[in-house]
């Protein structure tokens, strides 16, 4: 999964063949972004925010999430 941090668009999942492309509001300062992402993809699945835990890339753009569902 991709993550664009600090966008107009979020927040905002697009998906695009294999892959996710997530648009966040929140700027990549002290883990604003992470818990955007995190928001986002929780109300993308519809479960809760809890259920939606970054495994890899916590200070990357390209992210390993788990989402359970």
């Known amino acids: 999964m991709r993550v664009k941090p600090?966008?107009?668009?979020?927040?905002l999942?697009?998906?695009?063949?294999?892959?996710?492309?997530?648009?966040v509001r929140e700027r990549a300062v002290d883990g604003a972004a992470?818990?955007?992402v995190e928001r986002t993809l929780a109300d993308h699945f519809g479960?809760?925010?809890r259920d939606v835990s970054i495994v890899s890339g916590h200070t990357a753009r390209i992210k390993r999430v788990?989402?359970?569902l």
């Open 6 to 11: 600090g966008s107009r668009k979020g927040p």
């Open 13 to 23: 999942v697009e998906a695009s063949g294999d892959e996710l492309t997530v648009y």
């Open 34 to 36: 992470n818990e955007g």
């Open 47 to 49: 479960v809760r925010a």
């Open 66 to 68: 788990e989402v359970d």
